[in-house]
């Protein structure tokens, strides 16, 4: 069997009901007192074995839900899901853990509950205890932890038990960035041993940096699945879109583009002082970024802005005309602006979004939206003298 997870014309409805009451006079009486709410509507998704898999999307979007039915915390309302092989899951913080256990009691009683045989945790005890290292608190019912210890405990021992199928729900999240980095490595390590990894994160990072693929859930069925960059421009795309005043149709090919269409993108470039572009750029060095736009349609201001994004899709600086305190208009169906910056940034690679939109410091218009308009790289011109992703021109004085 080469899949780990077959999921099939999946749905799940809870029963919403206003009052507490509610449930028991509907099971008395048999009237409908309850609302229903559909978390996830008629979702198929296949996730192969060895393959990590990223799952995006904003709050409510069905997420969790989702992770529940694959490991058989919740039972789903229609459709079939097929899991080969076995299952854990580090999904709400603490959850399978008793609050007077000692954090080695819960370890036993955790993993004997997940089918694990004595024997085996036992084998595994010294291996879960060095990766938790919680130190003496190991000894202390859990009910004195912190929420970090807790992600601790638990996901030194899901990840020390050899899973074939490992499902981890935003939980890192409350982990020092130290710890992070030591979960994110086991997680490489099992998955070079083969062990399929599903993951929910709203951090871009991971999601790019670790997952095969990505998988957007928006509002109970999936919106996108493909490469984890795009997957999550489309992801930013639908969160800049909420509110809008007009339909914002969002593509996705190469990269994301999304807007009304009353504008188009005509040409842009990276240049430097003397005019000429480059793709390369050193510390400090003086860009140019030319961005022009046509529109026969457009008569009233506008905005035109950028990002930069780094490898990870995330925004490292962003700014606009508006902000700037200017105010555009197309002249003859054109407009040309040019934005002025040193790179202030560390080494590593970049990619700068475009956008036109209506003239205003919170837009609920955007003519076009386009990302990956371009890439460059930054190389040091300052070695030995800074890390991190942003310069800062730093004097010292003693």
């Known amino acids: 069997m080469e899949n780990a997870v077959e999921i099939t014309d999946l749905s799940k409805c809870f029963k919403v009901y206003k009052k507490q009451y509610h ?3 509907e099971m008395v009486t048999g009237r409908r007192l309850h609302e229903e709410y559909w978390a996830l509507k008629h979702v198929n998704l296949i996730v192969k074995k060895g393959e990590a898999l990223g799952i995006v999307g904003a709050n409510g979007a069905g997420k969790s839900t989702l992770l529940k039915l694959i490991c058989g915390a919740l039972y789903h309302t229609g459709g079939t899901v097929c899991v080969h ?3 854990l899951s580090l999904l709400e913080l603490g959850t399978g853990f008793h609050p007077e256990l000692t954090g080695i009691e819960n370890i036993f009683n955790s ?9 085996e945790i036992e084998e595994k005890l010294a291996d879960i205890i060095a990766f938790a290292d919680i130190g003496e608190y190991i000894h202390v019912p859990v009910k004195t932890y912190s929420s970090g210890m807790y992600v601790r405990l638990a996901f030194a021992m899901y990840a020390c038990l050899e899973p074939e199928i490992y499902i981890v729900d935003e939980a890192l999240s409350v982990g020092d960035v130290f710890f992070q980095q030591k979960c994110y490595e086991r997680m490489r390590q099992m998955k070079e041993q083969g062990v399929t990894i599903i993951m929910v994160s709203h951090d871009p990072a991971p999601v790019i940096s670790f997952c095969d693929r990505a998988v957007l859930l928006d509002q109970g069925s999936i919106r996108g699945d493909g490469k984890p960059d795009i997957i999550l421009e489309m992801y930013q795309a639908l969160q800049y879109t909420k509110g809008m005043k007009t339909d914002c149709g969002i593509t996705a090919g190469e990269h994301v583009e999304f807007g009304t269409k009353e504008a188009g993108l005509s040409g842009c470039s990276l240049t430097d002082e003397k005019g000429m572009e480059k793709t390369v750029w050193g510390t400090d060095e003086v860009c140019r970024l030319r961005v022009e ?5 457009i008569t009233e201001p506008v905005s035109m802005g950028f990002q930069i994004k780094n490898g990870f899709g995330s925004v490292v600086f962003g700014t606009n005309s508006n902000w700037l305190g ?5 002249a003859n169906g054109r407009l040309c602006c040019t934005f002025e910056f040193p790179i202030y940034m560390g080494e590593g690679s970049y990619t700068v979004t475009l956008a036109v939109s209506e003239n205003k410091r919170q837009p609920t218009v955007v003519y076009a939206w386009t990302e990956k308009a371009l890439a460059f790289e930054v190389i040091s011109s300052r070695p030995g003298q800074f890390g991190g992703s942003v310069y800062l021109p730093v004097k010292i004085r003693i």
């Open 23 to 25: 449930r028991l006079a």
């Open 326 to 330: 200017e105010s555009l208009r197309f």
């Open 85 to 87: 092989g076995r299952v």
């Open 111 to 119: 993993a004997s509950m997940q089918g694990f045989e004595r024997k």
């Open 293 to 297: 736009y046509e529109s026969e349609i």
